[in-house]
């Protein structure tokens, strides 16, 4: 599970010289995530997104972020068909706001607008929403879209404090999930974390109070409820590869040496 920018190929800054007669027309289809296995999560999407998708955490040493898992291989996303329309009622935030994205300056403190020039769905023909006005003005889109990814600079801020707080607590352990298909096919998912249940049971009573404050534990809660969706994984792989015999494939979590059951 690499962290990248994904499906973000030729990212440039938003400019009415460089793309006043640009149009974009978005939502119609998703197949330019048809070939990344997870995407990162913010907290507050926490509720939505564990009704559907195993909710984990990657990253590395010195800091992790929670992505929902969408498929077994580097390469597939079980949640978009040919069709490219995504097939949860969910789509998370980090899918919904392409082709834009912000970057920040060295400072950190001031976020320039980006957009895929490589999008599809970008086009000088006039279709979709356009994102200058015929005197080089923002749109009421082009305004909109800049609404909703502030708000997603914040929500991810506050996500990169509740996982500092897991970290520091310790609370995070490695996990990998192995499918056994009914093909006689095996396949491994590694490189994410997951919260260590008993860890969190013998935390500082203070500490659990901080975590209730924030809606920390809440999060925590439903990012393991979560993880019984590596079960329906195995129902999509079955349905989109089809297997002409043998059982149902199931899902088997590992951590280090111990078995764990995909029913966590």
Not at 14 to 38: L, M, R, T
Not at 183 to 209: C, I, M, N, T
């Amino acid at each position: 599970m690499a962290t990248q920018l994904l499906f973000y190929n030729t990212a440039v800054p938003v400019s009415p010289e460089k793309h006043g007669d640009i149009s974009v027309k978005s939502g119609s289809s998703y197949a330019f995530s048809k070939q990344v296995n997870s995407v990162p999560l913010t907290a507050v999407e926490f509720a939505r997104a564990a009704v559907e998708y195993p909710i984990v955490f990657a990253g590395n040493e010195e800091a992790v972020m929670p992505a929902v898992i969408l498929g077994a291989r580097e390469n597939e996303n079980l949640f978009v068909d040919e069709s490219g329309t995504w097939t949860a009622s969910y789509i998370p935030a980090f899918v919904r706001r392409y082709p834009f994205v912000f970057s920040s300056d060295k400072s950190g403190k001031q976020f320039i607008l980006h957009i895929d020039e490589g999008f599809e769905g970008a086009n000088r023909e006039g279709r979709g929403e356009r994102l200058f006005d015929s005197d080089g003005a923002q749109t009421q889109y082009l305004k909109n879209v800049l609404s909703f990814l502030q708000e997603y600079q914040a929500h991810f801020q506050r996500t990169q404090a509740y996982c500092k707080r897991l970290k520091d607590l310790g609370l995070l352990q490695p996990m990998q999930a192995q499918f056994n298909l009914a093909d006689g096919e095996k396949r491994s998912l590694s490189g994410f974390q997951v919260v260590d249940r008993e860890k969190l049971k013998a935390l500082d009573p203070a500490d659990l109070a901080q975590m209730m404050k924030t809606d920390e534990l809440e999060c925590t809660f439903l990012h393991l409820h979560s993880l019984r969706h590596f079960n329906d994984m195995v129902g999509r792989m079955a349905s989109v590869h089809k297997p002409e015999s043998g059982a149902a494939p199931e899902p088997e979590l590992n951590s280090g040496d111990a078995d764990v059951s995909a029913e966590v």
